[in-house]
């Protein structure tokens, strides 16, 4: 009877968060509860990482994952309209990464 009267035990669950980081706001850094254990300059490469130690890998795999990812270059235009349906949203631009 006395088994019920306490909450099942679970494990803790981590918040995990992509957060802003540097002076002049340009770097990027994984905050885990509130601590920051991986830093780079973009996106890609911390959301690799993430993307693969929560689906299961340990740390040295999950960096070997990111930097991979972080290697592979960018689409081309014709790369991007190859899966381009238009359903009501702009074309590719030929130049993602420049602001116009």
């Known amino acids: 009877m006395s088994q019920y009267l306490r909450p ?3 494990p803790r669950a981590c918040v995990y968060r992509i957060v802003q980081i540097g002076s002049l706001r340009d ?12 830093s780079a300059l ?10 693969a130690r929560l689906a299961g890998a340990n740390e040295f795999d999950a960096s070997d ?6 290697q592979q ?3 081309s235009y014709e790369e991007r309209m190859a899966v381009f349906s238009p359903t009501g949203r702009p074309e590719p631009s030929r130049e993602p990464f420049t602001r116009s």
């Open 65 to 70: 994952i990111a930097k991979v990812i972080e």
């Open 73 to 75: 270059p960018q689409p």
């Open 42 to 51: 973009t996106t890609t490469p911390l959301a690799a990482w993430l993307d």
């Open 8 to 10: 099942p035990q679970s």
């Open 27 to 38: 770097g990027w850094a994984i905050e885990v509860d509130g601590i920051i254990t991986r």
